[in-house]
């Protein structure tokens, strides 16, 4: 049987440039429980023979309009985790959006690739312990030794950079992978040259001489930037309660208080509140001065036993000047450090806390960031009793080679036998957040060292006047006028920016205002070359902006180094000569602060024609110390305004309940596993559907769920239509394709039609200012109440009738599978960005055009959009809902007719729509009762006012159709049936819906094939 289709009335305004009028008949058979992984595999190879990413990257190339996209450089360190699948996801989402908007774009996804995550894997990998390991790594040549390990360093970022772009292939991310930018590349490296050169020219590159943050284990100091919260771990350690004894008294003490004992060495004074008063306490004989508010507080806590107060209260400015003997004061370096300085209190208002300890705080200027500052307005002494390592320094008596931070016991055992415990009061376990190293872990300690910082609050030197012309400052405003200091110019082009969430702003602010000056070496081998030659003569130190400058300034150690990238150990070779003394200068041995590695990357990989950039992603948790600040401060540097236009954050992946993906915990999810086992186009949508602000907690329970609620049912609605319009032998080129240029769109007049061709142009205008704006999850949940709510639950839903064999009106038939037809068409082009997989799979097989990655997105004509109808739907489809309570409640099948119902509501409702109510909710008559606020239905459900006969009918026909299930006979083939009873008035309407060509009475129910 052969219908030739003839549809009229319908006008798709489709812009098709295909206008061949071959037929296309028969679309691929659907698999109802496709296998989501293989599809996309199959895909990806079918992708790579056709050369389908290429076509797309180039689709665009003559286009005018640019969206200029930058990449926040993955590391490329290890295998990617399902957390750098969100983002990933993000960046793709759009590039494909603008895409597909004819947008032109770079497509250059980047790695990082130098500093410390790198040389920590590389030293776990050979088994080194420390730095001396990776300098002796070839025994006795420090030169062979640093080659060796940053050739190694170098191999292990080509080996992941190379794992991670499979895995972002696999994610199905369109990128121009083969230009990727890798930030140990020798443009990026002299882009930061040259950055640093500006910085230094302003003024603002200086040497300094700090208390600074150091981890014992990588031998380097660790920046503020690099501190963030989760660094801090909830760690117990011994605290001291220890005695000074004062001199000039007889038998009195302070009474001082410390966490962090290793550091008992190198105390030089203690501090007092000059406001707050202080008491004597008699303890065992002592008298032991503390704060007076804090003495009740150490009694409770068992830490003053069985003594009293004496009475004897002062004002803590009284105490200020006393002087008191320390137990290390007889340790050679201690000795030499203090000469004829004598220990005592000082003041320290403003840090002396009421809340701990006891009221006097340990002043050790050596070892701590607070102390080193008191020492500097007190000018103490240093005592810097500790190497890289943290082990004792020589001159530290028994104590010299041991580490202090691991062995406190080693203090607390000495204040316990010196002058028989003189020193020693108590001690306590002490639980806090202590800082530890972001890169591995260990607890950190601090240490009084030379680094390279750049001020955040130095206006720049005057001889580089403000050259932004587009600052307005004009003539009146000349190199005079003192500029801005850093921190300044700094907030100002934060406030440039368009953040998402806005409180973005707020936080980088926050940091901008608070933050030190930017620590920027490292005394570490794999990273930038810090480009500065200092002279060891006259202290003269000087930046080179360039290989070039380099070339030129060179006096020696150039043939060693030309042919390398400039990186240890080769760039160590080079020196020049000092312009002011005419002595050698080596380069400084440090290494520079990775996130200039990040930060430079408008400038280095991205061409001036695409500067600033439109756009950037990337995980909020440290980004605004990192490299949202970095971006800032290289661009507000070397150009005064802001890299990048607007930032979209995201919060963490958490595993299902919640907590930290950690692979030692065992609960992180590797990517591989993920995408086989659920496949991306689950992930992405997951990913994008989820509220940026909120951590994701995923694992299989999500995934699945987001699966079976959101791509099963497009998939079924998919499969619907593919299976009846071959069972119909539905054929495209029946359809008069769209070439009327004012897209005026006669739609077919079943109203159910118009409805759903409205909500589908309304969700693809929503839709499209969602994305637009940066909202994914909202355009996710459009998206989802259309495919969901509308298409599946109600459209389909509603129309099982107008396609099945018992429907002869073929028009109508047709004009529904056309209907649906070119909503999917629609549909699988608005879904391409978020999950290219089986968009693509619904595109090709229902148009079969190429790719759906090669099409325009979508346009919706707000012609189509019928507000009205669009209300009235709803109105019905609460009617439904009213409808089916009822049912439910009185406990009347939904087979079983009503005969009479009746309905309240604010409007009456149209009798078309009232047409398809009545079908859903099974109805004979359904009649406007009254006005009410909300819609609602009643009708009697005694038997005279339900048609049990027919109800039967339906049930005989459910039960048939079950059977001819399991019979697998083909949608149009006639069955036989035998029947113990069925209700003759209804017999013609059961033959027809179940497709029998005759029915016999018989004690058995009974299905059989024709023969
Ligand atoms: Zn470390
Ligand atoms: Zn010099």
């Given at each position: 049987?052969?219908?030739?289709?003839?549809?009229?009335g319908?006008?798709?305004?489709m812009k098709?440039?295909?206008?061949?009028?071959?037929?296309?008949?028969?679309f691929?058979?659907?698999n109802?429980?496709?296998?989501?992984?293989?599809?996309?595999?199959?895909?990806l190879?079918?992708?790579?023979?056709?050369?389908?990413v290429?076509?797309?990257?180039?689709?665009n190339?003559?286009?005018?309009?640019?969206?200029?996209?930058?990449d926040?450089?993955i590391?490329?360190?290890n295998?990617?985790g399902?957390?750098?699948?969100?983002?990933?996801?993000?960046?793709?989402?759009?590039?494909?959006f603008?895409?597909?908007?004819?947008?032109?774009?770079?497509?250059q996804?980047?790695?990082?690739?130098?500093?410390l995550?790198v040389?920590v894997?590389?030293?776990?990998e050979?088994?080194?312990?420390?730095?001396?390991?990776?300098?002796?790594?070839v025994?006795?040549?420090?030169?062979?030794s640093?080659?060796?390990?940053?050739?190694?360093?170098?191999?292990?970022?080509k080996?992941?950079?190379?794992?991670?772009?499979?895995q972002?292939?696999?994610?199905?991310?369109?990128?121009?992978?083969?230009?990727s930018?890798?930030?140990?590349?020798?443009?990026?490296?002299?882009?930061?040259w040259n950055?640093l050169?500006?910085?230094?020219?302003?003024?603002?590159l200086?040497?300094?001489?700090?208390?600074?943050?150091?981890?014992?284990?990588c031998?380097?100091?660790?920046?503020?930037?690099?501190?963030?919260?989760?660094?801090y771990?909830e760690?117990?350690?011994?605290?001291v309660?220890?005695k000074?004894?004062i001199?000039?008294?007889?038998?009195?003490?302070?009474?001082?208080?410390t966490?962090?004992p290793?550091?008992?060495p190198?105390?030089?004074?203690?501090?007092?509140?000059?406001k707050?008063?202080?008491?004597?306490?008699?303890?065992?004989?002592?008298?032991?001065?503390?704060m007076d508010?804090?003495?009740?507080?150490?009694?409770?806590?068992?830490?003053l036993?069985?003594g009293?107060?004496?009475?004897?209260?002062?004002?803590?400015?009284?105490?200020?000047?006393?002087?008191?003997?320390?137990?290390f004061?007889?340790?050679?370096?201690?000795?030499?450090?203090l000469?004829?300085?004598?220990?005592?209190?000082?003041?320290g208002?403003?840090?002396?806390?009421?809340?701990?300890?006891?009221?006097?705080?340990?002043?050790?200027?050596?070892?701590?960031?607070?102390?080193?500052?008191l020492?500097?307005e007190?000018?103490?002494?240093?005592?810097?009793?500790?190497?890289?390592?943290?082990?004792?320094?020589?001159?530290?008596?028994?104590?010299?080679?041991?580490?202090?931070?691991?062995?406190?016991?080693?203090?607390?055992?000495?204040?316990?036998q010196?002058?028989?415990?003189?020193?020693?009061?108590?001690?306590?376990?002490?639980?806090?957040?202590?800082?530890t190293?972001?890169?591995?872990?260990?607890?950190?300690?601090?240490?009084?060292v030379?680094?390279?910082?750049?001020?955040?609050?130095?206006?720049s030197?005057?001889?580089?006047?403000?050259?932004?012309?587009?600052?307005?400052a004009?003539?009146?405003?000349?190199?005079?006028?003192?500029?801005?200091?850093f921190?300044e110019?700094?907030?100002?082009v934060a406030?440039?920016?368009?953040?998402?969430?806005?409180?973005?702003l707020?936080?980088?602010?926050?940091?901008?205002?608070?933050m030190?000056?930017?620590?920027?070496?490292?005394?570490?081998?794999?990273?930038?070359?810090?480009?500065?030659?200092e002279?060891k003569?006259?202290?003269?130190f000087?930046?080179?902006?360039?290989?070039a400058?380099?070339?030129?300034?060179?006096?020696?150690?150039?043939?060693?180094?030309?042919?390398?990238?400039?990186h240890?150990?080769?760039?160590?070779?080079?020196?020049?000569?000092?312009?002011?003394?005419?002595?050698?200068?080596n380069?400084?041995?440090?290494?520079?602060?990775?996130w200039?590695?990040?930060?430079?990357?408008?400038f280095?990989?991205?061409?001036?024609?695409?500067?600033?950039?439109?756009?950037i992603?990337?995980?909020?948790?440290?980004q605004?110390k990192?490299?949202?600040?970095?971006?800032?401060?290289?661009?507000?540097?070397?150009?005064?305004?802001?890299?990048?236009?607007?930032?979209?954050?995201?919060?963490?992946?958490?595993?299902?309940?919640?907590?930290?993906?950690h692979?030692?915990?065992?609960?992180?999810?590797?990517?591989?596993?993920a995408?086989?086992k659920i496949?991306?186009?689950?992930m992405?949508?997951?990913?994008?559907?989820?509220?940026?602000?909120?951590n994701?907690?995923l694992?299989?329970h999500?995934?699945?769920?987001?699966?079976r609620?959101f791509?099963?049912?497009?998939?079924?609605?998919?499969?619907?239509?593919?299976?009846?319009?071959?069972?119909?032998?539905f054929?495209?080129?029946?359809?008069?394709q769209?070439?009327d240029?004012?897209?005026?769109?006669?739609?077919?007049d079943?109203?159910l039609?118009?409805?759903?061709?409205?909500?589908?142009?309304k969700?693809?205008?929503?839709?499209?200012?969602l994305?637009?704006?940066?909202?994914?999850?909202?355009?996710?949940?459009?998206?989802?109440?259309?495919?969901?709510?509308?298409?599946?639950?109600w459209?389909?839903?509603?129309?099982?009738d107008r396609?099945?064999?018992?429907n002869?009106?073929?028009?109508?038939?047709?004009?529904?599978l056309?209907?649906?037809?070119?909503?999917?068409?629609?549909?699988?082009?608005?879904?391409?960005?978020?999950?290219?997989?089986?968009?693509?799979?619904?595109?090709?097989?229902?148009?079969?055009?190429?790719?759906?990655?090669l099409?325009?997105?979508?346009?919706?004509n707000d012609?189509?959009?019928?507000?009205k109808?669009?209300e009235?739907m709803?109105?019905?489809?609460?009617?439904?809902?009213?409808?089916?309570a009822?049912?439910?409640?009185?406990?009347?099948?939904?087979r079983?007719?009503?005969?009479?119902?009746?309905?309240?509501?604010?409007?009456?409702?149209?009798?078309?729509?009232?047409?398809?109510?009545?079908?859903?909710?099974?109805?004979?008559?359904?009649?406007?009762d009254?006005?009410?606020?909300?819609?609602?239905?009643?009708?009697?459900t005694?038997?005279?006012?339900?048609?049990?006969?027919?109800?039967?009918?339906?049930?005989?026909?459910?039960?048939?159709?079950?059977?001819?299930?399991?019979?697998?006979?083909?949608?149009?083939?006639?069955v036989?049936v035998?029947?113990?009873?069925w209700?003759?008035?209804?017999?013609?309407?059961?033959?027809?819906?179940a497709?029998?060509?005759?029915?016999?009475?018989?004690n058995?129910?009974?299905?059989?094939?024709?023969?």
């Amino acid at each position: 049987m052969f219908i030739p289709l003839e549809i009229t009335g319908i006008i798709y305004f489709m812009k098709n440039t295909n206008n061949s009028k071959k037929p296309l008949t028969g679309f691929n058979f659907v698999n109802p429980n496709t296998d989501f992984p293989k599809m996309e595999r199959e895909f990806l190879g079918k992708w790579q023979k056709n050369g389908l990413v290429k076509k797309y990257l180039q689709r665009n190339n003559s286009s005018k309009e640019k969206f200029s996209f930058l990449d926040g450089p993955i590391t490329a360190n290890n295998p990617m985790g399902v957390h750098h699948a969100w983002g990933r996801t993000y960046k793709d989402f759009w590039q494909r959006f603008w895409n597909m908007r004819g947008k032109k774009q770079r497509f250059q996804n980047g790695f990082d690739e130098q500093g410390l995550w790198v040389e920590v894997e590389v030293e776990k990998e050979l088994g080194l312990k420390n730095k001396k390991d990776i300098e002796n790594l070839v025994t006795g040549d420090k030169f062979k030794s640093l080659e060796m390990f940053i050739n190694l360093c170098k191999d292990r970022v080509k080996k992941f950079s190379a794992v991670q772009t499979e895995q972002s292939k696999r994610l199905g991310y369109f990128m121009d992978w083969d230009n990727s930018y890798h930030t140990s590349s020798d443009e990026n490296n002299y882009s930061i040259w040259n950055f640093l050169k500006v910085v230094n020219e302003k003024g603002w590159l200086y040497k300094g001489h700090d208390s600074v943050p150091w981890c014992p284990r990588c031998g380097t100091a660790i920046s503020q930037h690099e501190i963030l919260t989760e660094e801090y771990k909830e760690l117990e350690h011994e605290s001291v309660f220890f005695k000074l004894p004062i001199i000039g008294k007889n038998n009195e003490y302070l009474l001082v208080w410390t966490t962090t004992p290793w550091t008992i060495p190198s105390n030089v004074a203690v501090a007092v509140n000059k406001k707050e008063k202080y008491s004597s306490y008699v303890l065992n004989g002592e008298n032991l001065w503390l704060m007076d508010k804090r003495i009740k507080e150490l009694e409770n806590q068992k830490i003053l036993i069985g003594g009293k107060s004496n009475n004897e209260k002062k004002l803590g400015k009284l105490l200020i000047g006393w002087e008191y003997n320390g137990p290390f004061d007889d340790v050679s370096l201690v000795k030499k450090t203090l000469g004829n300085y004598i220990h005592n209190v000082i003041d320290g208002e403003g840090v002396v806390t009421e809340e701990e300890g006891t009221g006097l705080l340990h002043v050790a200027p050596g070892a701590g960031e607070e102390d080193f500052k008191l020492g500097k307005e007190n000018k103490l002494p240093v005592i810097s009793s500790i190497e890289e390592d943290a082990s004792y320094v020589q001159g530290m008596g028994k104590f010299s080679g041991q580490n202090a931070k691991w062995h406190p016991e080693l203090i607390i055992d000495y204040l316990e036998q010196k002058n028989r415990g003189q020193f020693l009061l108590n001690t306590q376990l002490y639980k806090h957040r202590y800082p530890t190293c972001w890169r591995c872990k260990t607890e950190l300690v601090w240490r009084v060292v030379d680094e390279w910082y750049i001020a955040m609050d130095k206006s720049s030197n005057s001889k580089f006047p403000n050259l932004d012309k587009r600052s307005g400052a004009g003539k009146t405003q000349n190199s005079k006028v003192q500029e801005k200091t850093f921190r300044e110019q700094m907030a100002e082009v934060a406030k440039k920016i368009n953040w998402l969430p806005d409180w973005g702003l707020e936080r980088e602010l926050d940091w901008l205002k608070n933050m030190h000056d930017w620590l920027i070496s490292k005394k570490r081998y794999w990273g930038l070359a810090l480009p500065i030659w200092e002279c060891k003569k006259c202290k003269n130190f000087e930046v080179i902006g360039s290989k070039a400058e380099l070339k030129e300034r060179a006096v020696s150690g150039w043939n060693k180094f030309e042919g390398n990238s400039p990186h240890r150990p080769w760039i160590d070779e080079v020196k020049i000569k000092c312009s002011k003394c005419g002595n050698m200068v080596n380069r400084i041995p440090d290494v520079g602060n990775p996130w200039l590695d990040a930060g430079i990357v408008p400038f280095s990989t991205m061409p001036e024609e695409w500067f600033p950039a439109e756009f950037i992603t990337e995980s909020f948790p440290g980004q605004f110390k990192n490299w949202f600040y970095s971006l800032i401060a290289m661009s507000t540097a070397l150009k005064k305004t802001n890299s990048f236009k607007t930032v979209l954050g995201f919060a963490s992946v958490r595993d299902e309940q919640g907590e930290e993906m950690h692979k030692s915990k065992g609960n992180a999810i590797e990517f591989n596993e993920a995408a086989d086992k659920i496949g991306v186009d689950v992930m992405r949508w997951l990913y994008l559907k989820q509220d940026p602000e909120q951590n994701l907690n995923l694992g299989y329970h999500v995934t699945d769920d987001v699966r079976r609620y959101f791509h099963l049912r497009l998939w079924n609605v998919y499969s619907f239509f593919v299976t009846y319009a071959n069972i119909n032998k539905f054929q495209i080129s029946s359809i008069r394709q769209a070439q009327d240029k004012n897209f005026k769109f006669q739609i077919s007049d079943n109203v159910l039609d118009k409805w759903i061709i409205s909500r589908l142009n309304k969700t693809i205008k929503v839709s499209t200012e969602l994305i637009e704006e940066y909202s994914a999850d909202k355009a996710v949940g459009e998206i989802e109440n259309f495919v969901i709510n509308d298409l599946s639950n109600w459209f389909v839903r509603r129309s099982r009738d107008r396609v099945s064999f018992s429907n002869e009106n073929i028009k109508d038939k047709d004009t529904c599978l056309s209907i649906l037809y070119f909503v999917l068409m629609e549909l699988s082009k608005l879904l391409a960005p978020f999950i290219p997989f089986i968009s693509e799979e619904i595109y090709t097989n229902v148009s079969k055009k190429d790719s759906v990655h090669l099409e325009n997105w979508p346009e919706f004509n707000d012609k189509l959009i019928d507000k009205k109808l669009e209300e009235e739907m709803q109105s019905a489809r609460q009617i439904v809902e009213s409808a089916h309570a009822l049912r439910k409640s009185s406990e009347v099948k939904v087979r079983i007719p009503i005969k009479e119902m009746f309905y309240n509501g604010p409007f009456e409702i149209s009798e078309e729509i009232l047409n398809i109510v009545k079908d859903e909710i099974n109805a004979y008559s359904l009649t406007f009762d009254k006005k009410s606020d909300v819609y609602g239905v009643f009708a009697k459900t005694s038997d005279d006012n339900l048609d049990l006969q027919f109800g039967l009918a339906r049930d005989i026909v459910r039960k048939i159709q079950q059977e001819r299930k399991k019979l697998e006979t083909k949608a149009n083939e006639k069955v036989m049936v035998y029947l113990p009873y069925w209700p003759k008035e209804h017999e013609e309407y059961i033959k027809k819906k179940a497709m029998i060509n005759k029915i016999i009475e018989d004690n058995d129910f009974k299905v059989v094939k024709n023969a």
